[in-house]
């Protein structure tokens, strides 16, 4: 596992958090909410191919 990981998923998480205040400000609450909503979906899909890969390397080790 690589430390820019962790900085990519930080780095949505700084900006889906400014933008959300900035929405829920604006009394824009729905749209805050899907914004949050994308953000998870973008840092799921960053964890997937981690855990692809993860998968990948325990079969080669035992073999699988």
């Known amino acids: 596992m690589d430390v820019s990981l962790i900085l990519k998923i930080a780095g949505v998480g700084i900006l ?3 933008a959300c205040q900035i929405l829920g400000k604006a009394g ?3 749209q805050s ?3 949050s909503i994308a953000g998870i979906v973008i840092v799921c899909l960053l964890l997937i ?3 692809g890969e993860l998968f990948s ?3 080669e ?3 699988i």
Do not use: A, C, D, K
């Open 16 to 18: 889906v958090s400014v």
């Open 28 to 30: 824009r609450e729905e």
């Open 33 to 35: 909410t899907l914004l």
């Open 49 to 51: 191919r981690e855990i």
């Open 57 to 59: 390397t325990v079969r």
């Open 61 to 63: 080790v035992f073999g």
